[in-house]
């Protein structure tokens, strides 16, 4: 079993992972499981998380090469078509798209699982993991000398690492102790989420209506339910908060069309304001930042903590090759190897989301043509389709 002890963990590892959210779970447990000298620090305990990750299937490709994915797949759903409908009432209105997995050879874009259940399974597999030590504390300074950094812990306890890997949320300490600052960009919305439970089967298809305030998006969970992603304004989601169960099951079936049958709202309602953020740079000396350490996206296309599962298969690649040579893990080439090999994937997702959100938030008619025109070519043109389809689920499939 691992060790929760940080006292007795005075050797030099070649890294220890900051933060134990999804990311930096498969982070830790991909470097222990390739012989890397990992350290774990968790930070605070955890509230319960109702909320749902849609993982595409470039993420279940990375948990499988993890030996992870066995472990999450009884608990998720697949994600077999996604349907794309226009809400609004405005002139130009694009037409209703569906995009079917069988097309581009997979049996599913997708997973969505519960964050609790993802979490929690990737936590007992790190205490099961004996080759990766976890401090079940919290990282309160950060020294970084030329050989290695220095982990000041809650605990009282002490780490060394050539390597520390920011994997510690949108506050994070190890963002904040090197020094980086983040780029910015709050939205005119909230995301608003629910869990329901509906009368028809969901048939595994996931559904995205287009409205003037944002996307309202169903996505299948096991059994007869589906989580919900409702983008509005922030007087909306205030409304939305302070309904009844009753009132607000009748309020999301309405926006649903009725297409699942009747609804009923489960515990765990929440409301979180859209915002976009990124760290101006990814590295500093002995420090990798992944994740939403490094990047925070609007839940629009379900590309965050994909985004961050990327980062982390990239950097686990790196430092398993720097392990393999004897070379330093957390040297300024193998840091600039990383920051060089993600960013182009972070800015161009952030570039893309933030598109399609303020294509849907404007009023100018060329505009709403552009984007209806553009659904209308990726309903027509086939190798159009199956290319954005393959780009947006990170999959190598042909």
């Keep these: 079993m691992a060790t929760e002890d940080a006292r007795n963990l005075k050797d030099l590892h070649d890294v220890v992972v900051v933060g134990a959210g999804p990311a930096g779970l498969v982070m830790a447990l991909g470097l222990a499981a390739r012989g890397v ?47 794309i409908a226009d809400a609004t009432r405005r002139l130009f ?3 209703e798209v569906t995009f079917r997995s069988a ?20 936590m007992a597999a790190a205490m099961a993991q004996p080759a990766l030590h976890i401090a079940r504390t919290s990282l309160t300074a950060l020294t970084v000398g030329e050989e290695a950094a220095r982990l000041d812990l809650a605990d009282g306890g002490q780490l060394r690492a050539r390597l520390v890997v920011g994997a510690d949320g949108r506050g994070s300490t190890v963002r904040a102790a090197a020094g980086i600052d983040l780029a910015t960009r709050a939205y ?23 409205t ?32 009844s169960d009753e009132a607000l099951s009748r309020e999301l079936e309405t926006r649903a069309a009725s297409i699942l049958g009747r609804f009923e709202v489960l515990p765990g309602r929440g409301a979180f304001p859209l915002t976009a953020e990124t760290a101006e740079r990814l590295t500093a000396p002995r420090i990798a930042l992944i994740a939403e350490a490094a990047h925070i996206m609007p839940p629009i296309g379900a590309q965050g903590l994909n985004l961050g599962l990327r980062d982390v298969a990239e950097l686990v690649a790196i430092v398993e090759e720097a392990a393999a040579r004897g070379h330093d893990a957390g040297g300024p080439d193998l840091l600039e190897r990383y920051a060089r090999a993600r960013r182009p994937d972070i800015e161009g997702r952030m570039r893309a989301v933030d598109v399609l959100n303020r294509s849907l938030l404007s009023d100018v008619v060329p505009i709403q043509g552009v984007r209806g025109f553009g659904l209308y070519l990726l309903d027509r043109v086939g190798p159009l389709r199956r290319r954005v389809m393959k780009l947006g689920v990170g999959s190598r499939a042909a």
């Design 93 to 95: 209105r694009a037409p």
């Design 188 to 210: 005119p919305q909230v995301a608003f989420t629910a869990t329901v439970r509906h009368s028809r089967p969901h048939e595994d298809i996931s559904t995205e209506f287009h």
């Design 37 to 83: 000298s990992t350290a774990l620090v968790t930070g605070p305990e955890r509230g319960v998380d109702h909320r749902t990750t849609a993982l595409l299937d470039g993420s279940v490709r990375i948990l499988e090469a993890f030996g992870l994915w066995e472990g999450l797949a009884p608990k998720a759903a697949p994600l077999r078509d996604m349907r």
């Design 212 to 243: 003037e305030s944002g996307p309202f998006t169903l996505v299948p969970l096991p059994g007869e339910r589906s989580s919900i992603v409702c983008v509005v304004s922030e007087r909306e989601a205030v409304r939305l908060l302070g309904l």
């Design 103 to 122: 097309e581009i050879g997979l049996d599913a874009f997708g997973y969505n699982i519960e964050n609790d259940p993802l979490r929690l399974t990737l």
